[in-house]
């Protein structure tokens, strides 16, 4: 399912428009991103939990010559489903 799969299922969940579905979707994504960047984690009970890892710097290869390289450290999301959507699926 992508965004806009998402955006036409809430529409029909609500029985409301796909503008107003749409803004639904983006807030919900924005709360997320900003949740994530504020405190670090984000949990929706009966869902999972969304957290913000670091990822140290290491050493890789070059995918076309491979020469290693170094790769910088940074920061990435991971998700862990909640035991009642594990149930679902």
Request: aromatic share 4%.
């Amino acid at each position: 399912m992508n965004k806009g799969e998402l955006v036409e299922a809430v529409a029909a969940r609500l029985g409301d428009s796909k503008a107003q579905a749409s803004r639904a979707v983006e807030a919900v994504v924005a709360s997320i991103a900003e949740g994530l960047k504020r405190d670090e984690a984000v949990t929706i009970v009966g869902f999972g939990t969304f957290t913000r890892k670091q990822r140290a710097a290491r050493t890789g290869r070059h995918p076309m010559t491979g020469e290693p390289m170094e790769i910088k450290a940074s920061r990435t999301v991971s998700f862990r489903p909640s035991p009642t959507l594990k149930d679902t699926l």
